[in-house]
């Protein structure tokens, strides 16, 4: 069974430049989280997503970034215009969750640069 | 501010030692469970722990939830190098819908 699926797997922009960063969560789950990992803050939670619909976003550094969930088998988190310190990676989790025992599925991460 | 704390940060042990690292918090959580990341990877789920004073334990390590559901403890014997990485913890809020969060994690070493 395929995992849980984000692209690109790096990337590398220039200060300024709009990131657009993609998560396929596994089949069936109902919740997808948006986590950024970095040496200084460990991983943070960004914002999560039950049924397709934005639960809580207070994680979100500020108006620059922003994420959709159009539909149960895509998510996007974008940056724009993306600045040298959003440098980081950046995780993508699915779960079934239903209650409080639910466990986090992480893609590989999208590791992003910005110059 | 962090709502959960882990310690050690980091720890460099000899194959074949045992080693506790903990997991701390201010607040109740309804859940707490421990990943495990190593390098270029996503974190891996090792247990989920959801009632207070629970001990579970998976061959080699020990995990446990503090009675009033705010702390737990990762206990691992006879470490392996292949036990070297970062262990998170990560806690569900007792909110409308779980919001999971994760401490800073503990690096973990193990020399041969």
């Known amino acids: 069974d395929a995992g849980v699926i984000q692209s690109p797997r790096h990337e590398v922009t220039e200060m300024g430049q709009e990131v657009t960063l993609r998560c396929k969560p596994i089949?069936?789950?109902?919740?997808l989280f948006w986590y950024r990992q970095t040496m200084m803050r460990g991983l943070e939670l960004l914002i999560y997503?039950?049924?397709?619909?934005?639960?809580?976003d207070s994680g979100m550094p500020e108006d620059r970034f922003s994420a959709k969930m159009p539909n149960a088998s895509f998510s996007t988190l974008k940056i724009q215009p993306s600045e040298p310190r959003d440098s980081a990676v950046y995780f993508c989790?699915?779960?079934?969750?239903?209650?409080?025992?639910?466990?986090?599925?992480f893609g590989e991460g999208s590791r992003l640069t910005v110059l | 501010t962090q709502l959960l704390e882990q310690s050690p940060q980091f720890l460099s042990i000899q194959e074949g030692e045992n080693l506790t690292v903990y997991c701390n918090s201010s607040s109740v959580f309804s859940s707490l469970q421990w990943y495990r990341q190593e390098p270029g990877e996503g974190p891996v789920l090792l247990v989920t722990?959801?009632?207070?004073?629970e001990v579970k334990k998976l061959k080699r390590l020990t995990f446990q939830f503090g009675d009033a559901r705010k702390d737990s403890s990762l206990h691992i014997t006879a470490a392996q190098t292949g036990d070297t990485g970062l262990y998170l913890c990560a806690g569900a809020l007792k909110t409308s819908y779980d919001k999971v969060i994760f401490g800073p994690g503990t690096s973990l070493s193990v020399i041969p």
């Open positions: 997503f039950n049924n397709n619909v934005p639960i809580d």
């Open positions: 089949s069936g789950h109902n919740s």
């Open positions: 989790a699915s779960s079934s969750l239903t209650g409080a025992n639910g466990e986090l599925f």
């Open positions: 722990v959801v009632t207070g004073g």
